[in-house]
């Protein structure tokens, strides 16, 4: 379980974070939130509060390929690839990396990497 002080400190990252970036129709803004056992991704425009596409490992598309995948890094890799697909078929090629608070490393950095090896520009 997550003790109060870090979720408190990761709540006020977020904060901070997000008074510089938003996101747009043409450059929506990739938001990751990981969980103690999945990924999630999500292509948000701010300017209409609508969010475009959401990609989870969840995701049934993902099923087979998510229990060849081997730990949590390796499936976020998996969800980042997912989600840039997705967004080249609506014609999104640029997009704003919101970490949403957490450290850039291990599940989060294996979800940029993936997104910028379908092919989307972060």
Request: no cysteine; glycine share 8%.
């Given at each position: 379980?997550?003790?109060?002080?870090?979720?408190?400190n990761?709540?006020r990252?977020?904060?901070?974070?997000r008074?510089h970036?938003?996101g747009s129709?043409?450059?929506?803004?990739?938001?990751?939130?990981r969980?103690?056992?999945?990924v999630?991704a999500?292509?948000?425009?701010?300017?209409?509060g609508?969010?475009?596409i959401?990609?989870?490992?969840?995701?049934?598309?993902?099923?087979e390929?998510r229990?060849?995948a081997k730990g949590?890094v390796?499936?976020g890799?998996l969800?980042?690839?997912?989600?840039a697909?997705?967004?080249?078929?609506q014609k999104?090629?640029q997009?704003v990396?919101d970490r949403?608070?957490?450290?850039?490393h291990?599940?989060?950095k294996?979800v940029?990497?993936?997104?910028?090896?379908?092919?989307?520009?972060?």
């Open positions: 379980m997550i003790s109060k002080r870090k979720l408190e990761r709540r990252t977020k904060k901070h974070i008074l970036m938003s129709a043409q450059r929506p803004r990739l938001s990751v939130f969980s103690l056992r999945h999630y999500q292509l948000v425009d701010d300017d209409q609508k969010t475009l959401g990609v989870s490992d969840l995701s049934a598309e993902l099923a390929q229990k060849s949590q390796a499936v890799k969800v980042g690839q997912f989600m697909r997705k967004a080249l078929e999104i090629a997009v990396f949403n608070g957490f450290r850039y291990g599940v989060i294996a940029a990497d993936g997104a910028r090896e379908g092919g989307l520009k972060l």
